[in-house]
């Protein structure tokens, strides 16, 4: 499934209840050279950028949602579901910073290629970008 085609969708928890919907899909706007935080190695050994969710968490209709990121990695996309990892709970999602804008760089509105080359759990379906 395409990063345009999960743009908007609800993400459910491992319990099934709604916690929110997918607003973007990120990544460091300065990505580090090495294997820190932000880039993890890919097959070749090389370094490639970690691609984040951007989700809108509480609120109604819009109004006091609060957006924050996790890596795509925590994301299970079955058919046109999306469910988020156990190993992240409602209570933690609401505990995260504010998504800063200036920290990252959105790929689903650049069009860059940043999103293809991560990979989701296995029996999933890993957000591609929009463009190769």
């Given at each position: 499934m395409?990063?345009?085609q999960l743009m908007g969708k609800t993400v459910y928890s491992a319990e099934g209840k709604k916690v929110g919907d997918i607003n973007d899909f990120?990544?460091?706007a300065s990505p580090t050279a090495s294997s820190g935080a932000g880039?993890?190695?890919?097959?070749?050994?090389t370094p490639r950028e970690v691609t984040y969710a951007v989700i809108g968490i509480g609120g109604f209709l819009g109004?006091?949602?609060?957006?924050?990121?996790i890596p795509i990695t925590e994301l299970q996309v079955s058919g046109d579901?999306?469910?988020?990892?156990?190993?992240?709970?409602?209570?933690?999602?609401?505990?995260?910073?504010k998504y800063d804008k200036s920290q990252y760089r959105s790929v689903a509105r650049d069009g860059s290629s940043g999103a293809s080359?991560?990979?989701?759990?296995s029996g999933s379906s890993a957000?591609?970008?929009t463009s190769r």
């Open positions: 395409s990063v345009d990120v990544v460091k880039s993890t190695a890919g097959a070749s050994g109004l006091g949602e609060k957006d924050v990121v579901r999306v469910q988020i990892s156990s190993n992240v709970t409602e209570d933690q999602l609401k505990q995260m910073p080359g991560s990979s989701a759990p957000p591609s970008g």
